[in-house]
Protein backbone atom coordinates (compact mmCIF):
# COMPACT_ATOMS: atom_id res chain seq x y z
CA UNK A 1 0.00 0.00 0.00
CA UNK A 2 1.34 3.60 -1.04
CA UNK A 3 1.58 6.29 1.45
CA UNK A 4 1.62 8.63 -1.05
CA UNK A 5 -1.27 11.08 -1.11
CA UNK A 6 -3.34 11.57 -4.21
CA UNK A 7 -2.59 15.71 -3.74
CA UNK A 8 -0.22 17.64 -1.87
CA UNK A 9 -1.23 21.24 -0.28
CA UNK A 10 -0.39 22.84 -3.65
CA UNK A 11 -2.69 20.80 -5.11
CA UNK A 12 -5.21 21.32 -1.76
CA UNK A 13 -4.44 24.88 -2.55
CA UNK A 14 -6.03 24.95 -5.93
CA UNK A 15 -8.78 23.01 -5.40
CA UNK A 16 -9.87 25.12 -2.52
CA UNK A 17 -9.82 27.68 -4.24
CA UNK A 18 -11.03 26.74 -7.52
CA UNK A 19 -14.25 25.11 -5.13
CA UNK A 20 -15.21 28.59 -4.40
CA UNK A 21 -13.90 30.47 -7.95
CA UNK A 22 -14.19 27.94 -11.16
CA UNK A 23 -13.99 30.82 -13.62
CA UNK A 24 -10.94 32.68 -12.13
CA UNK A 25 -7.98 33.02 -15.35
CA UNK A 26 -5.28 30.97 -14.34
CA UNK A 27 -3.19 34.62 -13.76
CA UNK A 28 -5.98 35.36 -10.35
CA UNK A 29 -5.47 31.96 -9.05
CA UNK A 30 -1.65 32.40 -9.55
CA UNK A 31 -2.04 35.58 -7.68
CA UNK A 32 -4.71 34.75 -5.11
CA UNK A 33 -2.47 31.41 -4.23
CA UNK A 34 1.10 32.31 -4.67
CA UNK A 35 1.98 29.53 -7.12
CA UNK A 36 3.13 30.06 -10.47
CA UNK A 37 0.69 30.44 -13.60
CA UNK A 38 2.60 27.59 -15.29
CA UNK A 39 2.17 25.28 -12.05
CA UNK A 40 -1.50 26.18 -11.88
CA UNK A 41 -1.91 24.91 -15.31
CA UNK A 42 0.19 21.92 -15.15
CA UNK A 43 -1.68 20.80 -11.77
CA UNK A 44 -4.88 21.69 -13.30
CA UNK A 45 -4.55 19.61 -15.87
CA UNK A 46 -3.21 17.09 -13.87
CA UNK A 47 -5.97 16.88 -11.43
CA UNK A 48 -8.11 16.85 -14.71
CA UNK A 49 -6.80 13.81 -16.21
CA UNK A 50 -6.62 12.16 -13.28
CA UNK A 51 -10.39 12.47 -12.26
CA UNK A 52 -9.75 14.55 -9.09
CA UNK A 53 -11.61 17.23 -10.95
CA UNK A 54 -14.16 15.58 -12.85
CA UNK A 55 -15.62 19.06 -14.57
CA UNK A 56 -16.04 22.50 -14.34
CA UNK A 57 -19.59 23.75 -13.43
CA UNK A 58 -21.85 26.09 -12.40
CA UNK A 59 -23.57 26.73 -8.87
CA UNK A 60 -27.29 27.71 -10.08
CA UNK A 61 -29.90 29.47 -7.66
CA UNK A 62 -33.11 27.46 -9.07
CA UNK A 63 -35.12 29.92 -7.03
CA UNK A 64 -34.25 32.49 -9.09
CA UNK A 65 -34.85 30.34 -12.38
CA UNK A 66 -38.41 29.83 -11.14
CA UNK A 67 -37.90 26.17 -9.08
CA UNK A 68 -39.04 27.41 -5.55
CA UNK A 69 -39.43 23.92 -4.15
CA UNK A 70 -36.50 22.19 -3.66
CA UNK A 71 -36.40 18.50 -1.77
CA UNK A 72 -34.37 15.10 -0.64
CA UNK A 73 -36.52 12.44 -1.29
CA UNK A 74 -35.76 9.23 0.13
CA UNK A 75 -36.06 5.90 -1.56
CA UNK A 76 -36.58 2.42 -0.18
CA UNK A 77 -35.16 -0.13 -3.46
CA UNK A 78 -37.69 -3.03 -4.00
CA UNK A 79 -35.15 -5.82 -4.13
CA UNK A 80 -37.97 -8.07 -5.75
CA UNK A 81 -37.41 -5.75 -8.82
CA UNK A 82 -36.58 -6.35 -12.52
CA UNK A 83 -34.38 -3.34 -12.43
CA UNK A 84 -30.92 -3.44 -10.54
CA UNK A 85 -30.45 -0.46 -8.03
CA UNK A 86 -27.40 1.79 -10.11
CA UNK A 87 -29.64 1.07 -13.29
CA UNK A 88 -32.54 2.75 -11.36
CA UNK A 89 -30.04 5.32 -9.88
CA UNK A 90 -28.99 6.03 -13.68
CA UNK A 91 -32.86 6.61 -14.91
CA UNK A 92 -33.77 8.78 -11.70
CA UNK A 93 -30.10 11.08 -12.39
CA UNK A 94 -32.16 11.39 -15.88
CA UNK A 95 -35.05 12.71 -15.28
CA UNK A 96 -35.87 16.76 -15.28
CA UNK A 97 -34.90 18.71 -12.58
CA UNK A 98 -33.11 15.76 -10.64
CA UNK A 99 -30.02 17.65 -9.33
CA UNK A 100 -28.58 14.45 -8.16
CA UNK A 101 -28.70 11.29 -6.95
CA UNK A 102 -26.62 8.75 -4.16
CA UNK A 103 -26.96 4.95 -2.83
CA UNK A 104 -26.45 5.34 0.91
CA UNK A 105 -26.67 3.91 3.96
CA UNK A 106 -28.99 3.26 6.65
CA UNK A 107 -33.27 2.86 6.54
CA UNK A 108 -33.04 4.24 2.92
CA UNK A 109 -31.43 3.20 -0.08
CA UNK A 110 -31.25 5.56 -2.37
CA UNK A 111 -31.33 10.01 -2.14
CA UNK A 112 -32.41 12.08 -4.82
CA UNK A 113 -32.20 15.99 -4.81
CA UNK A 114 -34.73 17.86 -6.67
CA UNK A 115 -36.30 21.16 -7.61
CA UNK A 116 -39.73 21.72 -8.72
CA UNK A 117 -41.44 24.96 -9.65
CA UNK A 118 -44.41 24.84 -6.89
CA UNK A 119 -45.57 21.92 -4.51
CA UNK A 120 -47.99 20.47 -6.69
CA UNK A 121 -45.01 19.97 -9.54
CA UNK A 122 -43.53 18.38 -6.71
CA UNK A 123 -46.28 16.23 -5.72
CA UNK A 124 -46.78 14.83 -9.84
CA UNK A 125 -43.05 14.16 -9.58
CA UNK A 126 -43.27 11.84 -6.50
CA UNK A 127 -46.65 10.44 -7.10
CA UNK A 128 -46.71 10.07 -10.96
CA UNK A 129 -43.03 9.87 -12.02
CA UNK A 130 -41.22 8.19 -9.10
CA UNK A 131 -44.02 5.73 -7.60
CA UNK A 132 -44.75 4.26 -11.20
CA UNK A 133 -40.88 3.38 -11.79
CA UNK A 134 -40.12 -0.16 -11.15
CA UNK A 135 -37.66 -0.64 -8.38
CA UNK A 136 -39.19 2.03 -6.42
CA UNK A 137 -41.16 0.60 -3.19
CA UNK A 138 -41.95 3.54 -0.91
CA UNK A 139 -40.67 7.49 -0.86
CA UNK A 140 -40.39 9.74 2.00
CA UNK A 141 -40.02 13.78 0.52
CA UNK A 142 -38.31 16.50 2.91
CA UNK A 143 -38.98 19.68 1.49
CA UNK A 144 -35.84 22.55 1.99
CA UNK A 145 -37.49 25.04 3.70
CA UNK A 146 -34.27 27.28 3.63
CA UNK A 147 -30.88 26.69 2.28
CA UNK A 148 -27.16 28.05 3.47
CA UNK A 149 -23.44 28.59 1.98
Do not use: H
Request: aromatic share 8%.
Amino acid sequence: MSDKKPVDEKDATLIEFLKKNGRAKIGDISRATDIPRATIFERINKLTESGIIRNFTVDLDYEKLGYSVTSYIMISYDPSSETKQEDLCVKLSRLENVIGVWIISGEWDIMILTVQRSIREMSTFVVNTLRNMDGILRTETFVVFQSFR
